[in-house]
Structure formats: structure tokens, C-alpha cells
């Protein structure tokens, strides 16, 4: 059975930095991992992409420069997510989601939510002063 387990996160002055980390773990190869993030009464936004069969790495404008998403070493058919958050501002307060597809779709990923089947539960990330 299919799974994401998330931690990390937490509350952060602003210019602060934070790890989120996913566990995902799948009967079959991971093509996609993602990051999203929802505020309350908002849609849920796609922050970060990365495509496990080429490494290419999507991010959204808002975060780029500041974000850093990166894959660790897939070990016992489970893969590591991770997003390192840095220059953190009170509009990156949201809850986090990891995303992950064991679908081939040609080696692409998206924002699309649509996109992913295996979601982790969210974290809150805070950012205040």
C-alpha cells in the first residue's frame, strides 16, 4: 500500500528557515514528487516539482530563489522528499503537502493536482513575527 509521511515544519520568524521532509513509499517506481501548500479558504497551490527520471526541478515564481526542493536515496522502495525553506515571509504561512504519482506520463510533472495519488496528511508552516 501506498503512503506519504510528512514532518518538519512548524513557526518561523520572518527570514527564517525551515526542513520539510516526505517519506513515500510505493509497490512501484515514483516519477513525481511534489510540494503543495493551502490556506484556509484558498485552493491548494502547487510550490515545488521534481521529476525522479531526469531530476528536472519546476518552481513556483513565488518561491523561487528562496526554496530548495531535493530527493534523497530511494532505499527499500521508499523515496525521500524534501524542501528546504529559506528567507521565509508571513505569505509562505500555509499548510504543506507532499505529492507523489507512480504513473509514467513521459518522464513530466505537474501542478496539477490531478497530476498525483499519494498525498501526505500536511503540515503547518507559520511565519511570524
Known amino acids: 500500500q501506498s503512503y506519504a509521511l510528512q514532518s518538519g515544519g512548524g513557526s518561523v520568524q520572518p527570514g527564517g528557515s525551515l526542513t520539510l521532509s516526505c517519506e513515500i513509499a510505493?509497490?512501484?517506481?515514483?516519477?513525481?514528487m511534489a510540494w503543495f501548500r493551502q490556506v484556509a479558504g484558498k485552493g491548494r497551490e502547487g510550490v515545488a516539482h521534481?521529476?525522479?527520471?531526469?531530476?528536472?526541478?519546476?518552481?513556483?515564481d513565488s518561491v523561487r530563489g528562496r526554496f530548495a526542493v531535493s530527493r534523497g536515496s530511494r532505499d527499500n522502495a521508499k523515496e525521500q522528499l524534501f524542501l528546504q525553506m529559506n528567507s521565509l515571509n508571513p505569505e509562505d504561512s500555509a499548510v504543506y503537502y507532499c505529492a507523489a504519482t507512480d504513473l509514467w506520463r513521459g518522464g513530466s510533472c505537474s501542478f496539477s493536482r490531478d497530476w498525483y495519488d499519494i498525498w501526505g496528511r500536511g503540515t503547518q508552516v507559520t511565519v511570524s513575527s
Open positions: 521534481i521529476s525522479t527520471s531526469n531530476g528536472a526541478k519546476v518552481y513556483t
Open positions: 510505493t509497490t512501484s517506481a515514483v516519477y513525481c
